[in-house]
């Protein structure tokens, strides 16, 4: 890992600032200014005993008073004085440490909570502390084993019902769950079938401004937006595309499909990579074969291609996602939804940008949108859990 800066706290910390006077009134008292490198909390107490009551980002701050253990000092905020620890933290929970800091280093130990000294930091988030291993990393913000046991007590409430899928797109590191066992597709395979399309429109074998007309005989129920539109509607082969992704459209998937059909797609798959036994209209898929369309689509919005540039504006614009999170980062999104199959692949575009894939047997024949009672909150339960995995890496 590349270290952007590194420092040592215990230096930075032993060094003050110019002095700064308080004003007040009648007082011009001058007090030594402490640059606190990392993030602190403040306590009503000298000892980690005492509640911690905020954390704090790195600033500048005022020191009152130093107690007698070198490790205490009594700062001043706006609300009032209280104390900070400037060699030790607390670690409240069963953490791991690392020869660098970088999760994917070798792991020198885990440790119950307690109290560390920390040696050194690196940015923000790792800490450099002694153990009775050596002295290794420790990553402040989370315990990433934590969190993948979290995950994994979830996912086993569900048993062979499920699949889960995450990768971090920089770093590589992954987690992948039950990953052999087939599901029907659902709408899953509109994304790689666009994905096929926009493809060749780059390779200038398809005009995407190319027009056809609505018939009855393409009306097809479930989901979409195109069966609400009148008989005689002029649409695009752009707009074809985007429909079947953003409304996950039945009517636009088909007329695509009457176009292109199979065997071209199969082909498509077989050169990329894929399993092609599979391939048809009513496709099953593992977790696996999603991991790789997936891929791929990620590959293509990334070469800066125009139409990249749109099947990604179009799986962002999709309306329904089982893993969007309320308040979350940009998510590119396609779901599956039919009788023994609710699923979502999704490229979530937080800081440090991720793969996520949830396949699971719970969807029921309806509409097309709507899932069955309780399935989306399990859906968000395990997407919130990967995205607080992933914040360790932003």
Same mark, same amino acid.
């Given at each position: 890992?590349?270290?952007?800066?590194?420092?040592?706290? #215990?230096? %930075?910390? =032993?060094?003050?600032? %110019?002095?700064?006077?308080?004003?007040?009134?009648?007082?011009?008292?001058?007090?030594?200014?402490?640059?606190?490198?990392?993030?602190?909390?403040?306590?009503?107490?000298?000892?980690?005993?005492?509640?911690?009551?905020? /954390?704090?980002?790195?600033?500048?701050?005022? /020191?009152?008073?130093?107690?007698?253990?070198?490790?205490? /000092? #009594?700062?001043?905020?706006?609300?009032?004085?209280?104390?900070?620890?400037?060699?030790?933290?607390?670690?409240?929970?069963?953490?791991?440490?690392?020869?660098?800091?970088?999760?994917?280093?070798?792991?020198?130990?885990?440790?119950?909570?307690?109290?560390?000294?920390?040696?050194?930091?690196? &940015?923000?988030?790792?800490? %450099?502390?002694?153990?009775?291993?050596?002295?290794?990393? /420790?990553? %402040?913000?989370?315990?990433?084993?934590?969190?993948?046991?979290?995950?994994?007590?979830?996912?086993?409430?569900?048993?062979?019902?499920?699949?889960?899928?995450?990768? +971090?797109?920089?770093? &590589?590191?992954?987690?992948?769950? $039950?990953?052999?066992?087939?599901?029907?597709?659902?709408?899953?395979?509109?994304?790689?079938? =666009?994905?096929w399309i926009y493809q060749m429109a780059d390779a200038g074998?398809?005009?995407?401004?190319?027009?056809?007309?609505?018939?009855?005989?393409?009306?097809?129920?479930?989901?979409?937006?195109?069966?609400?539109?009148?008989? &005689?509607?002029?649409?695009?082969?752009?707009?074809?595309?985007?429909? $079947?992704?953003?409304?996950?459209?039945?009517? =636009?998937f088909q007329m695509l499909w009457n176009i292109y059909g199979?065997?071209?797609?199969?082909?498509?798959?077989?050169?990329?990579?894929?399993?092609?036994?599979?391939?048809?209209?009513?496709?099953?898929?593992?977790?696996?074969?999603?991991?790789?369309?997936?891929?791929?689509?990620?590959?293509?919005?990334?070469?800066?291609?125009?139409?990249?540039?749109?099947?990604?504006?179009?799986?962002? +614009?999709?309306?329904?996602?089982?893993?969007?999170?309320?308040?979350?980062?940009?998510?590119?999104?396609?779901?599956?939804?039919?009788?023994?199959?609710?699923?979502?692949? =999704?490229?979530?575009?937080?800081?440090?940008?991720?793969?996520?894939?949830?396949?699971?047997?719970?969807?029921?024949?309806?509409?097309?949108?709507?899932?069955?009672? &309780?399935?989306r909150v399990r859906f968000q339960e395990i997407a919130a859990?990967?995205?607080?995995?992933?914040?360790?890496?932003?």
């Amino acid at each position: 890992m590349k270290r952007i800066f590194r420092f040592l706290l #215990l230096s %930075l910390l =032993a060094v003050f600032a %110019l002095s700064v006077t308080i004003y007040g009134e009648g007082n011009d008292t001058e007090r030594p200014q402490l640059v606190m490198a990392w993030n602190f909390a403040i306590y009503a107490e000298p000892t980690f005993e005492s509640p911690p009551l905020q /954390v704090f980002g790195p600033q500048a701050i005022y /020191v009152v008073e130093e107690h007698e253990d070198g490790n205490w /000092v #009594l700062i001043a905020i706006h609300n009032g004085n209280f104390w900070i620890n400037i060699n030790q933290l607390r670690i409240p929970h069963t953490f791991s440490v690392f020869e660098e800091p970088d999760f994917m280093s070798r792991q020198i130990g885990r440790f119950f909570g307690q109290v560390v000294t920390i040696y050194e930091m690196y &940015g923000l988030n790792w800490a %450099l502390i002694p153990t009775y291993n050596g002295i290794g990393w /420790v990553n %402040l913000i989370g315990d990433l084993q934590g969190l993948r046991a979290d995950l994994e007590t979830v996912l086993r409430r569900h048993g062979n019902q499920i699949s889960v899928f995450y990768e +971090n797109i920089e770093n &590589g590191y992954s987690f992948i769950w $039950n990953p052999y066992r087939l599901y029907y597709a659902a709408s899953l395979t509109k994304a790689p079938y =666009a994905l096929w399309i926009y493809q060749m429109a780059d390779a200038g074998r398809v005009n995407l401004a190319q027009t056809f007309t609505y018939r009855q005989a393409n009306y097809r129920r479930g989901s979409g937006a195109i069966r609400h539109m009148p008989f &005689g509607t002029i649409l695009t082969k752009e707009d074809l595309l985007r429909y $079947n992704i953003t409304h996950s459209c039945n009517v =636009a998937f088909q007329m695509l499909w009457n176009i292109y059909g199979p065997d071209g797609f199969r082909n498509f798959i077989r050169d990329s990579g894929g399993r092609t036994q599979n391939v048809a209209r009513h496709m099953m898929m593992s977790l696996n074969d999603v991991i790789g369309y997936t891929r791929w689509m990620h590959e293509f919005i990334e070469s800066g291609s125009e139409n990249g540039q749109r099947l990604r504006d179009d799986l962002i +614009n999709s309306v329904v996602s089982f893993v969007r999170l309320e308040g979350g980062h940009q998510t590119a999104s396609k779901y599956g939804l039919w009788a023994g199959a609710m699923h979502d692949m =999704a490229i979530v575009y937080s800081d440090s940008p991720y793969i996520l894939i949830i396949m699971s047997e719970w969807g029921v024949a309806g509409d097309g949108v709507t899932p069955p009672p &309780g399935t989306r909150v399990r859906f968000q339960e395990i997407a919130a859990l990967i995205s607080q995995i992933n914040q360790l890496f932003e």
